[in-house]
């Protein structure tokens, strides 16, 4: 990995000021193995994991776990740390999965379940919330579920209705017997607007509720709380308006810190801590995000505390009882900068242990003897392994205690090097590239490349770590090029921005460059393809368009391929974009739809088919409300009326990306038979 960033580290003179901080640099990636014979099956990359999630209780003594590995259906499973790494399974049924689980004491669990087993397009409906006895396994519903779970035990039913769900649940010893969580009622927003809340404590024992002092300003549609569960921060919207609302521990009422466009907030709350300190996300005066505390006092954000080079700031405080022991941060990889001397002596010793890794610490007791560390370690060859670290391990006891892998058949030592680029675009600006080279490619070599569009478009899509597509592109001998065109974020406003009503234009010109500097480097020969899905599924066909020379053929899968559907939307086609989009975001971002119609008109796929020669694979879901299926059927007519007819699927019950196994892996094939028939490695 091409590690290109700095983090510096700025002080103000408030509470965290003179704390000592350390930042870990991106790890190396590992060298390169001798690629083997015999390819990786499609389903080493698009199977999913097997291990979901893993939460260590607030003593630190137990350790959660949800997984499939004794079953079809996720379970939850608990592991007594005292008596090694067996785990016992608590809770599991044959018809959902359990999902989302949450530590209220040592005694208690919280978790919700949903069906892995439906297409993405399927309604799911309130996946419920439930608290079950770590003793004795009985279960209790709270909240209730769209659809009741069928049991083999008793589900004891103490339920608020399904419009509730969970805001803020302990998980910390200094809450450890607590049995009072924060639940919201939703209660409806208009249309296409998020719903307002109304909180209520929920006792998880008896299943009472009650109000207590939690009123909210009228409207308040997001909410964050301090550790303890007391609401600071309230967010309202009206319209394009919105209004950051703060009630701190000695205020009595709530008082309106900051509002503005929806589109152009002086800042965005992120976290609040015991003592009523705000951390906020602003911008600072190169338009990178930054992250720091707000000044009360001056009614702005204060100087930031953690600045990263070239990156917007993406992140979030590590906290334990309500105080802050460190900040994550991720720039081309992730790091974390400590505060407390005894997590950095850990990090270093992890780090040590487990090198070439991005080794991520979760643990109780942080900063006492005995603490007890989760370590989740990963990179760009490997998804990832779970390990529990005693850095002062009781007699008896292990210090490292292995958990398991989140995907048992990938193989590191056969998977490809992610590598991080920054290039320039053909009018100077920046432009962030990843590049996955195919694991045992000889040095000078170049390779048939795919250029690999990310969907948003308005989200940053690169990071270190193992990437399903991109690993399973490049095991076939392929190149994967993966631009952060003009308008991804996380790396500026100025970045963001210059994305804004580019469609298929500067946007494209960007895609087109990265593959350009490939070639220009030797990475990648005369053959490419572009691929991509929902923007990038536009993209692709964009790029056959309007750089038909570069490419030999393309793939589209959930693509967006008719801008005045997409802004207008339509009487007859339904779709999820909603009012507020469409009155505000869409216009300003993509373009309005009758002072841009001509811009739009020139960037729509469907319109230029007759433009785009290549050999062209389409991809829907039947069910996809994000791009509705006439966007691909459009597609479609027009290309065959063009005389070149697409290969075609549309999987029934797949909404916005293909959730079932079945069709991950069907897709995957067609993929890996379309590129060799046209773009075969020699």
Not at 61 to 90: E, H
Not at 313 to 328: D, S, Y
Not at 483 to 493: D, Q
Request: hydrophobic share 40%; with cysteine; net charge neutral.
């Amino acid at each position: 990995m091409k590690t290109m960033t700095i983090v510096r580290l700025l002080w103000t003179l408030l509470c965290l000021a003179g704390l000592p901080v350390q930042a870990q640099q991106a790890p190396a990636a590992a060298e390169p193995s001798a690629r083997r014979a015999a390819l990786p099956n499609a389903s080493v990359f698009f199977r999913g994991p097997e291990l979901y999630e893993a939460k260590l209780s607030p003593s630190g003594r137990m350790l959660a776990i949800t997984t499939r590995r004794s079953g079809v259906r996720v379970g939850l499973f608990l592991i007594d740390l005292a008596q090694g790494s067996k785990p016992n399974r608590l809770a599991q049924f044959k018809d959902v999965d359990i999902w989302n689980i949450h530590w209220v004491n040592d005694e208690r669990l919280l978790f919700s379940a949903v069906d892995y087993s439906r297409g993405s397009g399927s309604p799911e409906g309130a996946p419920g919330l439930f608290a079950i006895d770590t003793g004795n396994g009985e279960i209790t519903e709270l909240v209730q579920r769209e659809t009741p779970i069928v049991s083999e035990g008793s589900i004891r039913r103490r339920v608020l209705d399904l419009n509730h769900q969970l805001l803020w649940a302990p998980e910390s010893a200094a809450d450890a017997d607590g049995e009072q969580v924060l639940i919201a009622k939703l209660r409806d927003g208009g249309s296409g607007m998020s719903p307002f809340l109304s909180p209520l404590w929920l006792n998880i024992r008896t299943g009472r509720s009650q109000r207590g002092d939690l009123e909210l300003p009228g409207g308040t549609r997001q909410l964050l709380t301090d550790s303890r569960g007391q609401p600071r921060l309230a967010t309202t919207l009206d319209g394009r308006r919105q209004k950051l609302h703060w009630r701190g521990p000695q205020d009595k009422g709530w008082r309106v810190l900051a509002e503005g466009d929806l589109l152009d907030m002086p800042f965005t709350p992120r976290w609040v801590d015991d003592q009523g300190q705000l951390f906020v996300q602003s911008r600072d005066s190169s338009g990178l995000l930054v992250f720091g505390l707000y000044d009360f006092a001056r009614n702005r954000p204060a100087e930031p505390l953690v600045r990263v080079e070239g990156f917007d700031f993406e992140g979030q405080v590590v906290a334990e009882q309500g105080r802050v022991l460190g900040i994550r941060v991720e720039h081309d990889a992730e790091t974390t900068v400590w505060f407390e001397p005894a997590l950095k002596a850990i990090q270093a010793a992890v780090d040590k242990r487990l090198p070439g890794k991005v080794n991520r610490l979760s643990c109780r007791r942080c900063d006492q003897p005995d603490a007890v560390v989760l370590v989740r370690s990963y990179s760009d060859q490997d998804p990832g392994r779970l390990w529990v670290y005693r850095p002062q391990a009781a007699e008896g006891q292990p210090a490292w205690l292995p958990l398991g892998t989140l995907m048992p058949g990938v193989d590191p030592a056969r998977m490809a090097q992610r590598e991080f680029q920054r290039i320039k675009a053909r009018d100077g600006r920046d432009l962030p590239v990843w590049i996955t080279r195919p694991a045992g490619l000889p040095a000078g070599q170049a390779a048939p490349a795919v250029v690999l569009v990310h969907g948003g478009p308005w989200v940053r899509h690169g990071r270190w770590q193992w990437d399903p597509m991109s690993q399973f592109l490049a095991s076939r001998g392929y190149l994967v090029i993966e631009p952060e065109f003009r308008g991804s974020t996380g790396y500026g406003e100025a970045h963001f921005k210059a994305g804004w009503k580019q469609w298929g234009q500067a946007m494209q010109d960007d895609v087109a460059d990265a593959l350009l500097w490939a070639r220009q480097q030797k990475l990648a020969d005369d053959r490419a393809c572009i691929a991509g899905a929902s923007y990038g599924g536009y993209s692709a066909l964009m790029g056959l368009a309007r750089h038909g020379d570069l490419y030999r053929c393309g793939i589209a899968w959930v693509a967006v391929t008719d801008l005045k559907l997409l802004v207008e939307g339509s009487w007859w086609i339904r779709d999820d974009a909603g009012a507020l989009a469409r009155r505000y975001s869409i216009p300003e971002m993509i373009g309005d739809a009758k002072a841009d119609a001509a811009m739009l008109a020139a960037n729509s796929p469907v319109l230029l088919a007759d433009r785009i020669k290549a050999p062209v694979l389409l991809a829907f879901g039947e069910a996809d409300l994000r791009v509705p299926l006439a966007h691909g059927k459009r597609m479609r007519e027009a290309l065959t009326a063009a005389g070149n007819e697409p290969q075609w699927v549309v999987y029934p019950g797949e909404g916005h990306g293909f959730s079932l196994m079945q069709n991950r892996l069907d897709f995957a094939r067609r993929v890996e038979q379309f590129l060799a028939t046209h773009l075969a490695p020699r």
